[in-house]
């Protein structure tokens, strides 16, 4: 019971700076690209509180994947709507891919065995949350950051015929996951696995934590 306590007091807030880098990220590109709607509307800050989606959140609390509340882009206030959003899009994946190779590096070279096991656990956290946030919104699918970069590189046609195709993709999701969730029947994970495990260990690899692995 002690160790799942504190397992859950690192974990939220490994999770909460996660989202907030993510979010802030989307926000800060799409200003510096023409369009200040997150700042407008309060998103263009590093709050947690203005990123949270109950859902998305809980879903993070239980496994290695989950999302935030979306920063408002008005993507026809960008310079070039159709190559901006693609940046955009990127910031949020990249900004956790990024954090997660600054907690490895500040962990490898700062506190590797000279910190307790609970702190060792806070950044065992902050790394794998950033590398599930970062891999989840890469996927090509609406409404993750990954279906805006697709988007981004078809025309008005394509992109059209490519948003009907996906229309049924999140409630889809949404099933998948609460079934996983709820009767642990790992229908999501089946699906993912083969993308996900090379993911985690080319990253893991790069930020000179393949002991995380367990191998």
């Given at each position: ?107 490898l070279n700062l506190f590797h065995g000279h910190v307790s096991g609970y702190a060792q656990l806070f950044f065992v956290y902050l790394i ?53 969730w709820i009767f642990k029947f790992p229908a999501f994970s089946y699906l993912l696995n083969p993308l996900w495990s090379p993911y985690q260990r080319l ?13």
């Open positions: 019971m002690e160790g799942l306590l504190f397992t859950f007091l690192f974990r939220v807030p490994a999770i909460l700076i996660a989202l907030t880098v993510h979010e802030f990220a989307h926000g800060w590109v799409a200003m510096k690209l023409g369009d200040d709607t997150a700042k407008r509307m309060g998103r263009l800050t590093l709050n947690p509180l203005s990123h949270l989606d109950l859902f998305g959140t809980v879903m993070l609390l239980f496994g290695p994947f989950g999302w935030a509340k979306p920063v408002p882009v008005n993507f026809v206030r960008l310079g070039n709507p159709k190559r901006d959003m693609i940046w955009v899009a990127l910031a949020g994946p990249m900004s956790n891919i990024l954090f997660g190779w600054l907690f490895s590096t500040v962990y794998m949350i950033n590398i599930g946030l970062s891999f989840f919104n890469l996927l090509p699918l609406p409404p993750l950051d990954g279906s805006n970069i697709v988007r981004g590189f078809l025309s008005q046609e394509k992109e059209f015929r490519f948003m009907h195709a996906m229309r049924f993709v999140p409630m889809i999701f949404i099933a998948l996951l609460s079934i996983e990253l893991l690899e790069f930020y000179g934590m393949k002991a995380l692995l367990g191998s």
